[in-house]
């Protein structure tokens, strides 16, 4: 019997060895199959989350942020205990004494899942496995995953320790709103650091990684509650809180940004505008839009955010009297529906959703608005974030073409900024559009760049991507050609007509004033932007120069060597034509514009710099108080200094007597040049003081005609003089630097003849000419030109019209023979 017992007893013992056996087998056969393919685990020692790449202004304040994921890195070291204790108690809380899976959370939910007939399913998975699997495995809920998982779970606790695990999670894991990691949930759930967070709102942030839809703070207010206590109490309950703290903050409400308890991160970045967004439209070519999006660049940028708002304003300003003045009311082209309109929080609603611009500021705020009702002598309209009875008289319309039922009507969504006595004034944002630019003549950095009245209404920005023709504000680069090529300011060219057979037929170029003027000096040509003088300056010179000059500057990749492109007539971009002025104001020096100063990398370390002169006595001790350290630059020249002066004097004549006189007045010497094309689809004014450049250009985003008085120094010469008011205030200026190897002759600037060194008059000018280089005076160049036969050469200027008797026998007077020389379209001025 007892032999029979025991063999009974070895037999279930060699059947449970063999079932253990099997078992053993079975599972490491699984482990081993499921383990031979699976990605490396190695590689997250040297994992970089994405992160977010941010923008500061040269003050230091953060003005913009990029990012597909919005994530604050932050090294496990600098995270509060508190916030990883609130994570563990929540998620894993034998985190620091499992080796990468839990054997006993395991065992539990499967029983769950067994009781409730696979109703109840629980992942029990520690953090280590949640870091692999959102690392490097899917998110299904299959078997095979989580065999995985458990196996990569145990080989990464081999790799990296408890910290780094855990710096892995913190940082990775998505918890709503667009947050990834506890830094940027903390800031968007609470506006705050990681540092200042109260235990109840780490516990609050510990509740999300569950299922944040699950648990938004508004929406599902009460369980995302339920789950904060739960964590407090789980945080009591393994030691990391103590009771009295515990009975403290469970009886905390629930705040959030969400729910209006605190204000937003966001309130405190301005609107994105056309400067951030063409540093990351740059730095995406630059480095590639993946790593930008995901590099955590640092990026200090080069604009001022003052002059920002001041190029804003002056452009949005010039740009809305154009406008204004064409009388025609267009709204935006938006409506709310009638049956929203009886109900306030219906329509406010509406109106939240509609898209249109919210970032003009012009002079003050511009507000979207709904018009509910429409009166014979005033509009009542409801507006965002303001009354739902607000006032726009019959007077704020009287710019307008046609009256309140004409223009309006019940449910149009507009454009309102607050007037005065309380009634408000309807605005649209202009058909006309255009550009402005500002930057540093010494060191290329852009301080303002506006590329339309408002980014929100187009993101295109016409200061770097609008190809237009710049008209006369290229004809210094011409110029330029000529004095490196042996001419003077005081060379003779013949203003006379020209006739140039061209393939599309006869071209006959004429002047903006429709009149010749004879032989005149190069200086009196760029201050009256003559164009036949540029002609046949260009042809003298040779258009392959030209295009050489302009290729040099950087105006153009690939200028064509036509006559007509001497007068403006290839498309380039404002950026380009500001920075190429730029190096004629700082003395031929090439600069090359930038809106970046410095990018550093996520560990704060600095990999691209863009001035890379050297500052010889920056940490000398000896500068005298009144003088300032010696900046070494070895930047190559792109002109000879004497000539970047000349012409840099004869444009000061622009402005002092030429097409932009009574424009411009600042209270230093300014130098420029305007520049309208054909039927002035486009309108130009660059201009510069010793230190700063700036240019601006309006025209329709398709080109047409502008209509009359539309001219560069009407339209953009009160730009100019608007924005750099504020910069001369702010930056100041001086005097021109006269370089060495030259001395002044003083020329009539009408004849060019030389004048003796006592000569005083309007008529008198001293002219910068080289030392060893005796100028030739009366000498005429006309470029090579025959006249048209039916071409008069000076009668348009000594006889502007004739008298005529008509035949009730009065005197009249009537205009010169028209002919087609007179009234074709000609070149660009």
Known sequence: ??????????????????????????????????????????????????????????????????????????????????????????????????????????????????????????????????????????????????????????????????????????????????????????????????????????????????????????????????????????????????????????????????????????????????????????????????????????????????????????????????????????????????????????????????????????????????????????????????????????????????????????????????????????????????????????????????????????????ATQALRQPGSSFKPFVYAAALDSGYSPATIVVDAPIEVNTPQGLWRPKNASNKFYGPTPLRTGIERSRNLMTIRLAQEVSMPVVAGYAERFGVYDNMGPYLANALGAQETTLYKMVAAYAMFANGGERVKPTLVDRIQDRYGKTIYRHDDRQCVDCNSDRIAPNRGPRIVTDRPRVMDAITAYQLTSMMRGVVERGTAAGVINLPVPTAGKTGTTNDAKDVWFIGFTSNIVAGCYIGYDRPRPMGRGAYGSSMCGPVFQSFMEKAVAKYGGGPFDVPPGGHFIKIDRFSGARLPDDATGDYVVAEYFRDGVDPIFGLTYDGGFAMGSNLPLFEEVQQAGRQVQTSTGETTTVGPKANFGTVSSGGLY
Request: aromatic share 10%; charged share 25%.
């Open 1 to 462: 019997m007892i032999r029979f017992v025991l063999s009974i007893f070895g037999a279930l013992f060699s059947l449970f060895t063999l079932g253990v056996l099997m078992v053993a087998l079975t599972i490491g056969g699984v482990f081993w199959i499921y383990g031979r393919d699976l990605p490396s685990h190695e590689s997250l020692a040297q994992y970089k989350p994405p992160t977010i790449s941010r923008i500061y202004s040269g003050e230091g304040h953060l003005i913009d942020e990029f990012a597909h994921e919005r994530r604050l890195f932050t090294p496990s070291e600098e995270i509060p205990d508190l916030v990883k204790q609130a994570f563990i108690s929540a998620e894993d809380k034998n985190f620091y004494s499992h080796q990468g899976y839990d054997p006993r959370g395991i065992a539990v939910a499967a029983f769950e899942a067994v009781r409730s007939r696979g109703e109840n399913v629980r992942g029990a998975s520690t953090i280590t496995q949640q870091v692999m699997k959102n690392f490097l495995l899917s998110g299904d809920r299959r078997i095979e995953r989580k065999i995985k998982e458990i196996i990569l779970a145990t080989r990464l606790e081999e790799t990296l320790n408890k910290e780094q695990i855990l710096e892995l999670y913190l940082n990775e894991i998505f918890l709503g709103q667009n947050s990834y990691g506890v830094a940027a949930a903390a800031q968007t759930y609470f506006n705050k650091t990681l540092q200042e967070l109260e235990p109840h709102e780490a516990a609050t942030l510990a509740s999300m990684p569950k299922a944040p839809s699950d648990y938004h703070p508004v929406r599902q207010k009460d369980r995302l509650l339920a789950r904060r206590n739960y964590v407090l109490r789980e945080m009591y309950q393994n030691g990391y809180i103590d009771k009295a703290t515990y009975e403290v903050e469970v009886e905390k409400p629930l705040r959030s940004v969400q729910n209006g308890d605190f204000e937003s991160f966001r309130t405190a970045l301005p609107p994105r505008d056309y400067f951030t967004d063409e540093i990351r439209r740059q730095l995406s070519e630059d480095f590639g839009e993946g790593e930008f999006f995901t590099g955590g660049f640092s990026i200090r940028a080069s604009v001022d955010e003052e002059m920002q708002v001041e190029a804003a304003r002056a452009l949005r300003e010039a740009l809305e009297k154009y406008d204004r003045s064409r009388g025609k009311w267009r709204g935006t082209g938006k409506v709310i529906a009638e049956e929203l309109l009886e109900d306030e929080p219906a329509w406010r609603q509406a109106l939240a959703d509609t898209e249109v611009p919210r970032d003009v500021v012009l002079p003050t705020r511009w507000y979207p608005a709904v018009v509910l009702k429409v009166a014979d002598q005033q509009l009542t309209v409801g507006i965002e974030d303001g009354p739902a009875d607000g006032i726009i008289p019959r007077s704020d319309i009287k710019w307008m073409q046609g009256d309140f039922a004409k223009n309006f009507k019940r449910g149009d969504v507009i454009l309102v900024r607050e007037g005065e006595g309380g009634q408000w004034s309807a605005r649209q944002v202009p058909e006309v559009q255009g550009a402005f630019m500002a930057m540093d003549v010494h060191s290329g950095r852009v301080l303002a760049m506006q590329g339309g009245f408002s980014y929100q209404d187009s993101v295109f920005n016409r």
